[in-house]
């Protein structure tokens, strides 16, 4: 037998919606980046990306454990002297819920060529509705 190796001919993706406050944030970003690069596919293989498109809903209704609401940080910086700006989780979902989650997800997916074609596939909706009604996503459980 000989090892499979997948053409960027045979690629075909689909579109799958996860709703953000079933699952807690650590475990919802491992779903989202194993359908991103395709993983869960027979036709897995490694240097050709053939993931699926992913819709998060619900974002505002982030869920996570503990006391990371509060004590978890997002860091970022200026460029300029003293611009190091920090706000907590709870802010972030307040300001963007999509900064939290494409965080999340892109700590998930491996550091190469592919990560920002993957993170390009991830769509991610404050509330309920999304504009993606006519790709007939399917739901992940």
Do not use: C
């Amino acid at each position: 037998m000989k090892t499979y190796s997948q053409k960027g001919s045979e690629i075909k993706r689909e579109w799958w919606v996860v709703d953000a406050s079933s699952q807690p944030l650590g475990k919802l970003a491992v779903i989202i980046a194993d359908k991103l690069m395709g993983k869960s596919k027979v036709t897995y293989t490694p240097h050709i990306d053939n993931g699926d498109y992913v819709i998060v809903i619900n974002a505002k209704k982030l869920v996570v454990t503990g006391d990371k609401m509060t004590k978890k940080k997002y860091y970022r910086h200026s460029g300029f002297p003293g611009g190091l700006t920090e706000l907590k989780l709870e802010e972030v979902i307040e300001k963007n819920p999509a900064v939290a989650i494409n965080a999340a997800v892109k700590g998930m997916l491996p550091k190469n060529k592919l990560a920002d074609e993957r993170l390009k596939r991830l769509r991610v909706f404050d509330g309920a509705e999304h504009a993606h009604a006519a790709q007939n996503p399917k739901e992940i459980k």
